[in-house]
């Protein structure tokens, strides 16, 4: 007869090493990256570390505006104006449905950031006398704006795709003068231009990169100070400008439709902000051209407005250009093709409709969609912090102490695979912490050592299944090696279910709560998939490894896996029954 095949199972039966080798390398790859990228501690939370929590509300009156597009907004400008103070740490998050909560570390100016986080953002339209690209290519997800600087093709209809033609060009379409259209069409989003446009032939464009020199309003100073600035970096970025006066030039950054980062020399400031009395997105239906933002002026900022497109729209480009900054950056450039005396305008270009809806909300509230008021401050010292650490590390160590001493007395030569698994478990969740910190923000709070508190039982249960089925098959009368192999198939599905119930848990609880909490239901989460990876990699195939040696196969007395101290049967051999006697048949 044939030897039986052997399948997966057999080879990986025979193959422990190759799991404990993997989970091994993940292990040493990952200690080796939290110490490359200095971060060999993980991120505290306000709680641990001290620092400042400041709770927003939505002021009542205005209940038509509070939605969610909006918060989101807030929540945004808010963001970027704490770390415009050079909190990289701080964390602005809503909280509800009209709250926003804004947690500031240790070490910040608190008052300044209080009046910086919940105050009417400084809106300006200033003339642009020079730009280029500035630095390395941005992060796409460090835009300044949803809005950006969408791209428009002069004398064509908006597209979005990739070499734009640079806006030097003072002709309006033929469509919008053929057919009558109104002259805020004149008004046209375009991309900055970069150092690589060139301009067709028959153009009057100047170089694409300009220089400050271009601009006669550009003092020696100024000149100097947009040499130096470097918009690439989030540094020097957030002080561009900073203390200049709405009635002076400034240097300012901004980001291009390109996700490049552009710097500008940008002139006084000719409308503010408050000058704007609404702006919204509309879909241009009947010009086939897409989402655009529409602008509706005041009488005092349409005559102003008039005022100074005229004069932009008698200039080359970059100086037919106005920026429209919001808190120091610059969020979009359009170009001006004629005066716009209607007091009113609108910004066409390759808008989606977020950035539309971004942009225009930008326009009508000067940033904040809302007005918002201080219910509550809250500041936690460094001291009360680590108080509070210290006795999360406590209840944790007791915790994992009566976890091993049960172990210990409970399963005897089977709580040290018990242990080493719980380290290794440890190890991977402090690693990740680590390098979650600076990744995406993570941060350690109270709540979120629960959480890993509560992962030390969820972690032993697992072995504890897997224990006890193995003991069950010895129970039966099998040998150690083949009570492993059979009892893993069955403990599996345990564990994978029951870590799917607790990983269901936190992710549930994780989107319906905001704050603390969801540091709880991600720590919980987190430890849960670290648990399957861990019994999985490391502990089945140690348990593996260490049937084969004698001092578990031979069902040692310390081993945990005594027969005698079970209760085992004895092996079942079947015996053929003996045939009965037959009677002879008469002839």
């Not at 607790?502 to 430890?527: D, H, N, P, R, Y």
Request: aromatic fraction near 6%; charged fraction near 15%; glycine fraction near 10%.
């Amino acid at each position: 007869m044939a030897a039986p095949k052997k399948g997966r199972s057999a080879s990986a039966q025979s193959r422990p090493g190759r799991s404990l080798a993997l989970i091994l390398i993940a292990i040493a790859a990952l200690t080796g990256g939290m110490f490359a990228s200095g971060h060999t501690t993980p991120r505290l939370g306000i709680d641990l570390a001290g620092g400042t929590s400041i709770t927003l509300a939505a002021k009542s009156g205005q209940e038509s505006a509070i939605n969610k597009t909006n918060m989101d907004t807030a929540v945004d400008i808010m963001n970027r104006r704490v770390n415009g103070l050079g909190v990289s740490e701080a964390e602005v998050q809503t909280q509800g449905d009209r709250n926003i909560i804004v947690n500031i570390p240790r070490g910040t100016n608190s008052k300044q950031a209080r009046d910086q986080v919940g105050t009417t953002a400084k809106l300006y339209f200033r003339p642009v006398l020079a730009t280029e690209v500035s630095g390395a290519v941005a992060s796409p997800g460090a835009t300044p704006s949803a809005s950006g600087s969408p791209s428009a093709q002069s004398g064509s209809k908006a597209t979005s795709s990739g070499s734009p033609t640079p806006s030097g060009s003072a002709t309006p379409s033929a469509t919008a003068t053929s057919q009558g259209r109104p002259v805020t069409d004149a008004l046209k989003a375009t991309s900055s231009p970069t150092p690589s446009g060139s301009a067709p032939a028959s153009s009057s464009a100047p170089s694409a990169s300009p220089s400050p020199s271009g601009g006669s309003d550009a003092t020696a100073a100024l000149q100097a100070q947009y040499a130096a600035l470097n918009c690439a970096d989030p540094a020097v970025r957030a002080k561009a400008g900073v203390g200049a006066k709405p009635t002076e030039p400034t240097v300012a950054c901004g980001q291009n439709s390109q996700k490049q980062w552009q710097k500008y020399v940008l002139g006084p400031a000719e409308v503010a902000g408050t000058d704007v009395k609404k702006a919204q997105a509309v879909y241009d239906t009947q010009g086939a051209g897409g989402w655009k933002v529409t602008m509706d002026f005041t009488s005092a900022g349409a005559k102003k407005f008039a005022s100074i497109t005229g004069k932009l729209a008698q200039n080359q480009s970059p100086q037919n250009q106005f920026a429209i900054v919001l808190d120091g950056e610059v969020v979009s450039d359009p170009y001006v093709q004629q005066a716009l005396t209607g007091g009113n305008a609108e910004i066409t270009g390759s808008f989606d409709q977020t950035e539309a809806k971004d942009l225009a909300n930008v326009l009508s509230y000067g940033a904040l969609p809302l007005s918002f008021e201080e219910q509550s401050v809250t500041t936690v010292t460094a001291a009360l912090g680590g108080e509070q650490l210290h006795a999360g590390l406590i209840a944790g160590a007791i915790g994992l102490a009566l976890v091993v001493i049960y172990l210990v007395v409970y399963y005897r030569g089977l709580s040290m695979i018990a242990i080493a698994s719980l380290l290794v478990s440890a190890v991977l969740t402090y690693v990740i912490m680590s390098l979650l910190g600076p990744t995406i923000g993570f941060a350690l709070n109270l709540p979120a050592v629960c959480g890993a508190i509560v992962a030390i039982g969820i972690t032993a249960d697992s072995f504890i299944v897997f224990f006890e089925r193995i003991r069950d098959e010895i129970r039966e009368g099998r040998s150690l090696r083949p009570a492993v192999e059979r009892a893993w198939p069955r403990a599996r599905r345990t564990i994978l279910v029951s870590d799917f119930v607790s990983f269901l848990a936190a992710a549930v609880l994780f989107i319906v709560t905001v704050g603390k909490v969801q540091g709880f239901a991600f720590t919980l989460g987190l430890t849960t998939v670290l648990d399957v990876v861990v019994v999985f990699l490391f502990t089945k195939p140690l348990m593996t490894i260490l049937a084969r040696r004698k001092f578990f196969a031979s069902g040692h007395t310390w081993s945990g896996l005594d027969p005698k101290r079970l209760g085992a049967k004895p092996p079942l051999r079947r015996t053929r029954r003996p045939s009965a006697p037959v009677d002879p048949k008469e002839a």
